[in-house]
């Protein structure tokens, strides 16, 4: 999958189907978005040259079919297209051949009611229709009040969305494996209200107080749920994970450090 709008994308793309096709590997290639449901069926492997935002597309669909991802990055924070142009290059041929180790990442699935479950990599956000407007939500955890909040939104976070619209609200950074979901009100009316860490297995709900409001809730910032205003969201980890491929000695840390400009290094004892 080949973002054509992202700088240099089209010729990287070049270069790994030539290295792709001399290694014996049959190849396809999508330039479309969004791409048709069932494109990945009967795939081993998905390459996506672009940013975080069409890897976000990709993932629903690469995870329904365990299709796994090797996403290289033609964007710009990139944290989830773990591979740099030059890195691709230079071990695409390594990956086709088998060495690269492979993250399982956590998905949330939402529906109103009974509906259709829809999946999300990063993030579900609720909000007014009207984003200008204050809106009140209820949340309720396997059944039991969590609290009323009277706030712009809700951002419900897995632990590889915690670095996207989850951090700019103000919520916390979860390692990639933590098998968690997060909740962070955006910009709550009630200074006390903070993010929540809920267990994997936890049920959540959450209903619409607000007089005369429709509720907006987004995937990955991309699909937009349809919306019942009769019956609560429905929010869950889903079963199944997104496989993630990623060259060997991959670093999280070493990531998130220089994505989010921290410092410090590793010294030996007596050094600061």
Not at 156 to 173: D, E, H, I, R, V
Request: hydrophobic share 40%; proline share 5%.
């Amino acid at each position: 999958v080949i973002n054509t709008g992202k700088q240099g994308a089209p010729e990287l793309g070049l270069d790994l189907l030539a290295i792709a096709r001399d290694a014996g590997v049959d190849t396809h290639v999508v330039e479309s978005f969004p791409q048709q449901r069932g494109f990945l069926a009967g795939a081993e492997a998905c390459c996506v040259i672009c940013g975080d935002g069409t890897l976000l597309g990709v993932a629903a669909e690469a995870t329904r079919h365990q299709v796994p991802l090797i996403g290289v990055n033609r964007g710009t924070l990139g944290f989830l297209t773990t591979f740099s142009a030059d890195e691709a290059r230079a071990e695409f041929r390594d990956v086709l051949e088998g060495r690269y180790q492979v993250a399982e990442r956590s998905l949330l699935q939402c529906c109103f009611g009974d509906g259709p479950a829809e999946l999300a990599l990063n993030d579900v956000v609720v909000k007014d229709a009207v984003n200008s407007r204050l809106v009140r939500l209820a949340v309720s955890a396997d059944e039991e009040l969590v609290s009323e909040y009277v706030c712009d939104g809700l951002i419900f976070s897995t632990p590889t969305g915690s670095t996207a619209y989850n951090l700019s609200a103000g919520g916390p950074l979860l390692h990639p494996a933590a098998d968690v979901v997060a909740m962070t009100p955006i910009c709550p009316h009630t200074l006390s209200n903070r993010s929540i860490i809920f267990r994997s297995e936890v049920r959540l709900q959450v209903y619409n107080r607000s007089e005369r409001a429709q509720l907006q809730v987004s995937l990955d910032g991309q699909t937009t749920l349809p919306n019942t205003a009769s019956e609560p969201l429905n929010i869950s980890l889903c079963p199944q994970r997104l496989p993630l491929i990623q060259r060997r000695g991959y670093s999280h840390f070493a990531v998130v450090r220089t994505k989010l400009g921290w410092r410090g290094r590793m010294g030996t004892q007596g050094e600061a």
